[in-house]
């Protein structure tokens, strides 16, 4: 059972074509990421997605979960709101302060709910946007480039507490990305996107051997690379 | 070799007092000495002797009271057209061709350029009085209050359309709080613009209030009691600035530019 299909979606902005004919299906509780160059279309493909392009002439067939969240680049707290309050925003019943508590829990920020946003770091800030997201239980999450902003060491936490997050959780993702490394360390399955279409896909399959794994991954990347015309094949 | 500092050093708490305090010293000194004529402009302690003979005799703060009383209704009034039209045309594009537009005209027309026309519709008592300190005091807070409204942060609504919250709940938690900021700008500017016509108003035909006191002395070449006049208007405008500062600090408490 996929959770989204996308069938010949196609955008266009004034004249020229953004999206010219993408097929997508992403299962229930897969990881997908979407790599591509700046302008192949990937964040108007995740924007096609969220509904978002409300001002977007275009056509195809778009289906998603009523149930989805998302996480943008921007952590985009409210900065009017304390942490708490933010991942509440939205939230409905009467247990909602526990669940946006728990969430908030598992992102490792406990204690910090009274915080305003301008107190935390950019790397804190980024995960209580993913608790807001996750305290709904999407059944497909979202993220644009969610950790494009954030330094390396940062980055490589965000990874593993994303990785155990969606391990529990079970949402699928769609991770829009450049960072070829994060693809292959997150998703089962790479799509890369180039000029509007799909151009390529790559199933994640890592041998638990450390060495072998290694070996593996740099293969995978060495070829997503080739495909985003960054290396050539020699 | 450290570099050589090209940014001034940090400012000291009240070194904003030196140049008040100077010019002060300047005329206390230039009274004594008889430089400056006390029938042009009395001496300090004069002023302050004449200060307290006023509130003594009861003539300061009853006028200061109807002269509090005036602006404030006046500015209530503004405000609270103000704030409810800036959402009527801030919230919606039939509002916003409506209401806009005439705003935007009014904008053009100073407050005081209003007061014959006011004299004509509201005679020249109370009412007109109101009026021209309402008017003044309404378009800041409309302007400021109806463009904080409209620039709202897109990505904040993009964050509002993916957490589908209805407009209402956009409006309450995400378009009214961000343009707070604007509108408390908006109501600053409204405080002064208020004691602005505040001190028009009253030396149109006033028989009460700081500037029928002010008024009247000058009729009688009384230039202590003027000066004392003009010193309460000072007061009365700091006092509203730094009410309304610490109102925005509370409301605002969230800003890091104000924490800093």
Known sequence: MSVVRVRNLERHFTRKGVLNGVDLDIAEG???????????????????????????????????????????????????????????????????????????????????EASWPYELSGGEQQRVALARALVREP??????????????????????????????????????????????????????????????????????????RAVRSLEIRKKLLVQLGVETTS | MTAQRLSPPPALRYGWLAGPLFLLAYWAAASAVGLIDNRILPSPWVAISTGADLVRDGRLPINLLISLLRAAEGFVLG???????????????????????????KRAVPAVALIPFFILWFGVDEGMKIMVIAIGAFTPVYLHTHTALRAIDIRYVELAETLRIGYWRFVRHIVLPGALPGMMLGLRFGVMAALLGLVVVEEVNATSGIGYMIDLARTYAQSDIMLVGLVTYVVIGVIADQTLLRIERKVLSWRRTLVA
Do not use: C
């Not at chain 1, 990305?177 to 000029?195: C, N, Q, S, Y």
């Open chain 1, 30 to 112: 897969e990881f997908v990421a979407l790599l591509g160059r700046s302008g192949s279309g990937k964040s108007t493909l995740l924007r096609a997605l969220a509904g978002l392009d409300h001002e977007a002439r275009g056509s195809g067939l778009i289906e998603v979960p009523d149930d989805l969240a998302v996480v943008f680049q921007d952590a985009r707290l409210l900065p009017w709101k304390t942490v708490l309050d933010n991942v509440v925003f939205g939230l409905d019943g009467p247990d909602a302060a526990t669940r946006a508590r728990t969430a908030l829990a598992e992102v490792e920020l406990n204690g910090r």
């Open chain 1, 139 to 212: 059944r497909l999450l979202l993220a644009d480039e969610p950790f494009g902003a954030l330094d390396a060491l940062t980055k490589i936490r965000m990874h593993t507490l994303l990785r155990h997050l969606s391990a529990i959780h079970r949402p699928a993702v769609l991770l829009v990305t450049h960072d070829v490394e994060e693809a292959i360390a997150l998703a089962g399955r790479v799509i890369v996107l180039d000029h509007g279409k799909v151009a390529h896909e790559e199933r994640i399959i890592l041998p638990d051997d450390g060495e072998e």
């Open chain 2, 79 to 105: 405000a609270v057209v103000g704030i409810a039209l800036a959402l009527l045309s801030g919230l919606s594009r039939a509002g916003d061709y409506f209401v806009d537009g005439i705003a935007q005209v």
